[in-house]
């Protein structure tokens, strides 16, 4: 039974599970070495049962794809962060200034969990019952990762404004105390701070971390590194992201992203990671696909080495806001070839769909038994003579090998796996994909190969 009346603010918040002396003589009290980066990766299981944890419905484009709960966790994370998230901008309490830490930290949304998880499975989540006066409480926070839980007793509240309603707790102020823990930081005796260990009034002050709080994240982490990674913008077209920013490595980096859908609780690591893209104008810019599974979120870069500044500050994006789905069609004409005047035309069987992944290219009248290696890329604008033919698919191009044999009728054939694409190739619902193919022909002369047609298609979920 939810309590009715408002318990004193005296009440204390639960202090991490583990706690050792203090490491300095400053008002923050600092237990931890700090989370590396492969520990920077937090997720939300939303199970809270009040209405007003999840009655935020409105999307914000800073936390795209979130609402509710989930949102209000993802403030209070990306509040720690080493620089403002995206253009800062989504707690009425502190406009424009969401990612205040300037530290070499930066947390990763890795979106929602299927269950509650472990104690080192870095899930936020509600726990039925109370404890006293207690709020929440952060579980093992150290190294090898915590686990944050909200009793149930309260009235949990996920904003966004700032008059949650009396009796309730603010769930983005609380979610950003505990957090605090699993980065390292006890209680603090300083007024005011985040870390303090009572709640402040409903706890709608805790969301922005003060002084003394960028104090104790900067004594862990450092402050944030002139050699890390920055991202300072973000563009998608389509399925093609590209990340502005300094400071990304010539090659090997690593672009992650938030799962589209909710990963299994216990999934040791369930951020997305694209490997090994190199960057161009002088470690100013990344231009990538959007990986299979990759959903709406945040983007954080890693470049190679080891240490808190190789991570970049996370930047939202909402990497599924393509066009609405639409049936492949047919263009670029082909051009005659030995075995039909009309040339080779490209088809499909089965369906567009990124969830029913049974699509299979065709292409028809190609000269018969002969090597065939269909295609694909995600822009088609220009016309480049290829072979005999015409190549209208403009590069990155993506082939599908290994190459395959058109049968005795002339038609060749390539199931598609959305699951294994090439490198940098990845599809994803509202993805754009031009296919087509080309294919041996030594009796037209010439180059002694020519080109199909192309399909394009827009996926659908």
């Not at 929602?112 to 039925?128: H, K, L, P, Q, W």
């Not at 609780?265 to 694209?274: D, F, G, N, R, Y």
């Not at 698919?393 to 390539?414: E, F, K, M, Q, W």
């Not at 796996?417 to 041996?440: K, Q, W």
Request: glycine share 14%; net charge negative; aromatic share 10%.
């Amino acid at each position: 039974m939810k309590l009715k009346n408002w318990i004193a603010p005296s009440l204390a918040l639960a202090g991490a599970a583990w706690v050792l002396l203090p490491t300095n003589s400053e008002a923050y009290v600092v237990f931890g070495t700090g989370l590396p980066t492969g520990q920077r990766d937090f997720r939300v299981y939303n199970n809270f049962t009040d209405s007003t944890a999840n009655d935020n419905q409105t999307p914000d484009p800073n936390f795209p794809g979130a609402q509710g709960a989930v949102m209000a966790i993802w403030k209070a994370c990306v509040e720690w962060g080493s620089r403002l998230h995206g253009d800062g901008t989504g707690d009425p309490s502190q406009p424009g200034d969401l990612g205040s830490g300037g530290a070499n930290f930066d947390a990763v949304f890795a979106g929602e969990a299927t269950g509650v998880g472990t104690t080192d499975d870095n899930v936020f989540s509600e726990i039925a019952g109370s404890s006293g006066g207690v709020f929440a409480y952060t579980e093992v926070p150290s190294e090898d990762g915590w686990r944050i839980r909200f009793y149930s007793t309260w009235q949990w509240a996920d904003g966004p404004g700032t008059s949650i309603g009396a009796g309730t707790a603010d769930l983005q102020g609380v979610a950003a105390h505990e957090y605090g823990h699993a980065l390292g930081l006890n209680h603090t005796s300083v007024a005011g701070a985040t870390m303090l260990s009572a709640i402040i009034a409903n706890g709608v002050p805790m969301r922005s971390i003060e002084q003394d709080d960028i104090d104790g994240v900067r004594a862990i982490y450092n402050l944030a590194s002139g050699t890390k990674p920055v991202i300072t913008g973000l563009s998608v077209n389509g399925s093609t992201i590209t990340i502005t920013g300094q400071n990304f490595a010539p090659t090997g980096n690593e672009i992650w992203f938030a799962p589209q859908v909710p990963t299994a609780e216990s999934m040791a690591w369930p951020v997305v990671v694209l490997p090994n893209q190199g960057s161009t104008g002088g470690g100013t810019q990344l231009s990538v696909g959007t990986p299979f599974g990759a959903g709406d979120g945040d983007i954080v870069v890693k470049v190679p080495g080891a240490g808190f500044a190789t991570l970049s500050n996370a930047w939202p994006a909402d990497v599924n806001a393509g066009p609405a789905c639409t049936t492949p069609g047919n263009s670029c004409g082909p051009n005659p070839n030995s075995f039909s005047p009309f040339g080779a035309n490209m088809g499909y069987s089965g369906s567009h769909s990124i969830a029913q992944n049974d699509l299979t290219l065709l292409c028809y009248d190609a000269p018969p038994l002969k090597l065939t290696i269909f295609y694909y890329g995600r822009t088609a604008n220009g016309s480049y003579p290829f072979g005999n033919g015409t190549r209208c698919i403009d590069g990155p191009l993506y082939r599908l090998l290994p190459a395959v044999t058109s049968d005795a009728t002339g038609i060749a054939t390539r199931p598609l796996d959305l699951n294994h694409m090439p490198p940098g190739g990845d599809m994803i619902p509202g993805s754009t994909m031009h296919a087509s193919a080309y294919y041996r022909d030594p009796a037209a002369g010439g180059a002694s190969f020519n080109t199909a047609d192309v399909l394009s298609w827009i996926w659908c979920p």
